[in-house]
């Protein structure tokens, strides 16, 4: 195993790893020993050596206070090497996520060659192919699936979907296709459920009834009359007051 | 029928900030201000009822990172120190009301008795650690403590990633063992998140109970016979608390909600920004950043910049009025629905614990009130003694997805301002359940780094960064904390495909977030038993 940064270690810290990992004499090498001494350990750990621990391993973490003083700065450094978070990750994948029984959001990546404008390894021209989202929906009721396409440009990589209809399941592909007409599925997401309410088709019979009124719906209305801020709660609440509230 | 039942349900939570690097770091103060505002005056109160021997229970969630960050010793001597100067203010402000605005005054001391009081409790009565007061009152039968998800991650938004789930849940349990002394019953859902199935991971750590919106009962696909008033179980035999909006609303609404009664104290002015900066600046961040002081001398007074001088004893009778019209409204809708339900209603009432003291000054003495005046009025419950006495089995039925922030759903931790880290975090989250797979049971330093890139995920899925991104309120901070765990997750997985552990990056890191010191990252792996 390689030791990054070894060298900025305190001799502190130094010594602390090598106690940790059992190393004999620690406390008698000085600071360029301890470095040699514990690459050769972790050098012959990857040789399959194992520590002498006489059946105790110690977890404990190291917790010295910090001493990294930053003055008046207000906020906090990143940790060192780390690197900027990349625009993208470039490997070919679509995720769906469900904001409500009517919206999703989805967000997908193309491999760099495509939509990181690299030189392509295969010399393949792309610049006649298009992207495009299929959207699946499938009634979870009848089983009937439906589909619709969604085109997106090559440097999108996120979309808003609208969903249609509650109790259904959705999935979305992303697709290429080709300049002879031809398709390609590049990758599809997981499914995501919206149930249909049981009120839904029956919200009569809620509207006629003192008694299922004040059960369901009274604890979503503040004592004003302000009914819990919901986009499907609120299609009911217009339906049964017939447009009057909601 | 008897009186109303009603289960109050607070959320203790923050999140986990611990900036020891700096002298002081201006988003600590969440802690302390929730300490000394909330959580010892909580205390103290619900100790005061104890050794009257007044009847009552409330439950509690502590979230894990709020449980590291009240057992971590920088962040302990670092209140000590904000009390300290917080006393040496009001000091001051004692003098200088007596000089220059005596209206103020009683205020001026009844802050500073309160700082005084909250430092000798918390140094001499709870030795620095006041979950163990927590825990002699859930002892004593007053409360019932529950825990929540690890890093109080908004949980739909990671149904595709079970083996995350499962860690937040997991973790939670654990934590709370760890504190506790016992597994929890209760599952506080952060943001009353809710997705059908996820009560088949909770069931498996041995939850009784979880709460969710309101409108996930009449939104189910299922009749729902009593609507938002009784506890169901789910398909699997989880109990899920429907949470009443409607008097919940009593209190939380900020249009109608008691606390904005305009006799009550104003949140929003603060001597830390009225005042002369000379005067002022000892007590506020550097370089001369002003912020709140907790002393604050004005009523709400109405939608105007022209506040009136608050009157204590005037909050209070309008105090014990709220009270009495809590007792009420409860009652009048148990009256109200005895002829439709055949079973005692239950009226669950959840809320963040900081809204108590910190945000509605007068809050935990309304609660007090509430307890005092509930004796032949409305009967204080917890989730699980309700669950024990209850007759008969719960209707199954299975909760609609959603949650209690605005819109119902997601749309609060999946706004535009935010929706743009997921796909970070998702792959953090893969990354990670990856190098689990690879490389498990690592020991020594690759265990480590391995076990700090576990923590790194779970910070990053805390629901605290998309709310503070979505509500614009410390947005740079927020975006901060939130990429830098993923730099910090991306780096440990290129350096562990390529055997390599950086022990600079790996020693500052661990002295960073100290949270979870006993973590296995093969939770992570998807194929651990």
Redesign the interface.
């Known amino acids: 195993?390689?030791?990054?940064?070894?060298d900025?270690?305190s001799t502190n810290?130094l010594q602390h790893?090598a106690q940790?990992?059992g190393l004999a004499d620690w406390n008698a090498l000085d600071r360029e020993q301890l470095i040699s001494a514990l690459e050769d350990w972790?050098e012959e750990?990857?040789e399959g050596a194992l520590?002498e621990t006489n059946g105790q391993?110690s977890?404990a973490?190291?917790?010295?206070?910090?001493t990294?003083?930053?003055g008046?700065?207000?906020?906090?450094n990143?940790?060192?090497?780390?690197?900027?978070?990349p625009p993208?990750?470039y490997d070919s994948t679509i995720?769906l996520?469900?904001?409500?029984?009517q919206w999703a959001?989805a967000?997908w990546?193309l491999p760099e060659t495509i939509q990181g404008n690299k030189t392509s390894f295969d010399d393949e021209d792309h610049s006649n192919e298009s992207y495009f989202l299929r959207l699946y929906q499938n009634n979870l009721a009848t089983g009937e699936e439906t589909s619709s396409d969604i085109a997106v440009e090559v440097k999108d990589?996120?979309w808003n979907i609208h969903l249609t209809a509650m109790?259904s399941s959705y999935a979305v592909e992303l697709c290429r296709l080709y300049s002879d007409g031809s398709e390609e599925v590049i990758a599809r997401s997981?499914s995501?459920?919206?149930?249909?309410?049981?009120?839904a088709d029956r919200i009569e019979e809620l509207a006629m009834d003192n008694?299922l009124f004040?059960?369901?719906?009274?604890?979503?209305?503040?004592?004003?009359g302000?009914v819990?801020?919901?986009?499907?709660?609120k299609d009911?609440v217009s339906t049964v007051s017939k447009g009057v509230l909601g | 029928m008897s009186n109303g039942h009603v289960a109050f349900v607070l959320n203790a939570h923050l999140p986990f900030v611990r900036h020891p690097e700096y002298p002081r770091f201006l988003e600590e103060d969440w802690l302390f201000e929730s300490l000394s505002e909330s959580y010892l005056p909580l205390l103290r109160m619900l100790n005061r009822l104890k050794e009257e021997e007044l009847e009552f229970t409330l439950t509690i969630s502590f979230s894990p990172p709020l449980i590291a960050m009240l057992t971590d010793n920088a962040l302990q001597n670092r209140f000590v120190h904000y009390l300290q100067q917080h006393i040496e203010l009001g000091q001051k402000e004692v003098q200088r009301c007596k000089d220059e605005q005596p209206e103020f005054l009683e205020m001026a001391r009844h802050y500073l008795d309160g700082y005084i009081l909250n430092l000798h409790e918390y140094e001499d009565l709870y030795r620095m650690n006041i979950l163990d007061g927590f825990k002699a009152l859930e002892q004593s039968g007053h409360l019932e403590l529950i825990t929540t998800a690890a890093t109080h991650a908004y949980l739909p938004l990671y149904k595709e990633y079970p083996q995350a789930i499962n860690a937040q849940i997991e973790l939670g349990v654990q934590s709370f063992l760890t504190t506790f002394g016992h597994p929890p019953k209760g599952f506080w859902l952060p943001e009353c998140g809710y997705y059908p199935g996820l009560e088949e991971q909770l069931r498996y750590h041995g939850i009784s109970w979880f709460q969710v919106a309101s409108q996930s009962m009449l939104l189910s696909p299922d009749n729902v016979t009593y609507g938002g008033y009784r506890p169901v179980s789910c398909p699997n035999g989880v109990a899920a608390f429907p949470r009443d909006y409607q008097a919940t609303s009593l209190v939380w609404s900020n249009a109608t909600g008691y606390p904005t009664d305009n006799v009550y104290r104003e949140f929003y002015r603060d001597i830390g920004y009225d005042l002369p900066m000379e005067y002022i600046k000892p007590y506020i961040h550097e370089p001369e950043v002003r912020v709140f002081t907790g002393y604050k001398y004005w009523a709400i007074t109405g939608k105007t910049d022209q506040k009136i001088p608050y009157v204590r004893a005037k909050a209070q009778e309008r105090v014990k009025e709220h009270a009495l019209n809590f007792h009420y409204m409860v009652n009048n809708k148990n009256h109200r629905l005895r002829g439709t339900m055949d079973k005692q209603p239950l009226f669950f009432l959840g809320f963040d614990a900081e809204l108590f003291g910190h945000w509605w000054y007068e809050g935990i003495d309304w609660l007090e009130e509430v307890i005092r005046t509930s004796v032949g009025r409305t009967n204080l419950v917890s989730p699980s003694a309700f669950l024990a006495e209850d007759e008969g089995p719960l209707q199954t039925v299975r909760p609609a997805f959603s949650s209690w922030g605005q819109g119902g759903y997601s749309a609060v931790w999946l706004d535009g301002s935010n929706t743009e880290y997921y796909r970070h975090i998702h792959k953090a989250i893969h990354r990670m359940e990856e190098l689990a797979l690879r490389f498990p049971d690592q020991t020594s330093l690759k265990g480590r780094f391995l076990n700090q890139a576990a923590r790194e995920v779970l910070l990053a899925m805390a629901s605290d960064w998309p709310f503070i991104i979505y509500s614009r309120s410390s947005v740079e901070y927020a975006k901060k904390r939130l990429e830098g765990h993923i730099k910090n997750i991306n780096l440990v997985y290129d350096d562990m495909c390529k055997n390599a552990v950086d022990t600079e990056w790996l020693i500052k890191a661990e002295k960073r977030h100290t949270i979870f010191g006993d973590l296995d990252y093969n939770i992570f792996n998807p194929e651990r038993s």
């Open positions: 195993m390689i030791l990054i940064n070894i900025s270690l810290e790893i940790m990992e972790f750990m990857d520590p391993v977890y973490r190291y917790t010295n206070s910090l990294n003083h930053r008046k700065a207000v906020h906090f990143d940790l060192p090497r780390t690197n900027e978070l993208s990750y995720h996520l469900l904001r409500d029984p959001y967000y990546s990589q996120e109790g997981a995501v459920e919206t149930y249909l309410p049981y009120w008694d004040l059960l369901h719906f009274s604890s979503l209305v503040t004592k004003t302000e819990a801020e919901n986009l499907v709660l009911l």
